[in-house]
């Protein structure tokens, strides 16, 4: 037999029409599928392993009954990560989540970079809830979240803030600062504009965000890649679709021969393709350089 992982908790709880559900956390092989923290729920004949984005710190089953002297009729179960905190649905089939109402995965992948905005127009924040309303991931539980309890502060700023971060995966996140709490507005995947292709191993995030730039009263926004790419994207309220086309434009360097200095040939960082399809977006047009290689302009309409 296979060397399995320790088993770190394990809950059974009964049913009152059907059969009990067992739910444990560890307890896989350490091949390559075992490596990802999951959880496993076994329900009479049927096994399911629930895998989780990252590690799992402590996991509860809510039931109708906290006493477990009575048919407890578990619901649901809150899985403590080490990055966040996820509600599983066990009324439901395939044991979807429950979207969480104040998500706060920040470190959904790692922030390489942060913009801060203060006073910002008055309109700017509603215009990122607008586009951002239509971004709703599917896949999640259609009943409402359950855990209830606790308030939040009602204390707000007297003036609008906003908060951007810029990701290793080439995502950027715009979130509202403004109340006690961060509330994501609108999510941005810049490297759906690139080809997704084999790089060396030295730069292993390829799309990383390195330097963001946002003006609030034209809504231009510029981002600088790790790559040395550069994009320049402009807000628009509606989805378009549009062809990107862009310009590549060589660098040329001056090499002074009266000036001494030890000689070093600077390896060159390697470039994106852009993809050749047209992109569907609601944040509107954007240009973008490759500063050690090429600049690309692009347009979205």
């Not at 807000?235 to 679709?241: A, I, P």
């Amino acid at each position: 037999m296979d060397p399995c992982k320790p088993i770190t908790k394990v809950e059974w709880k009964s049913v009152r029409n059907g059969e009990s559900f067992v739910v444990f956390s560890g307890g896989l092989t350490y091949d390559k599928a075992g490596r990802t923290p999951s959880l496993t729920v076994i329900h009479g004949k049927t096994t399911t392993v629930l895998e989780m984005e990252h590690n799992i710190v402590d996991f509860l089953c809510l039931c109708e009954t906290p006493f477990p002297s009575e048919v407890q009729e578990p619901y649901a179960i809150v899985v403590l990560l080490q990055n966040d905190l996820v509600v599983v649905d066990l009324t439901s089939n395939g044991y979807p989540c429950f979207e969480n109402p104040c998500p706060m995965d920040i470190h959904e992948s790692p922030v390489t970079c942060i913009l801060y905005l203060a006073d910002c127009p008055t309109d700017l924040v509603p215009a990122f809830y607008s586009v951002g309303a239509r971004q709703k991931r599917g896949g999640f539980s259609e009943k409402e979240w359950p855990i209830k309890g606790g308030q939040w502060g009602t204390a707000t700023q007297s003036y609008p803030e906003m908060v951007i971060t810029g990701h290793a995966d080439g995502s950027v996140k715009f979130w509202d600062a403004s109340a006690m709490t961060l509330q994501v507005l609108y999510k941005l995947k810049t490297a759906k504009i690139f080809e997704k292709h084999k790089l060396k191993e030295a730069n292993e995030d390829p799309f990383a965000i390195e330097k963001m730039a946002l003006c609030p009263e034209s809504r231009g926004f510029c981002i600088a890649g790790v790559s040395g790419h550069v994009i320049l994207f402009r807000f628009s309220k509606n989805e378009t679709v549009a062809e990107i086309p862009y310009l590549d434009v060589s660098i040329v360097y001056e090499i002074y021969e009266d000036v001494e200095s030890p000689e070093f040939e600077y390896p060159a960082a390697p470039g994106l393709t852009m993809r050749n399809f047209s992109q569907h977006s609601s944040i509107g047009s954007a240009s973008s350089s490759d500063e050690g290689k090429s600049k690309v302009r692009l347009s979205r309409r």
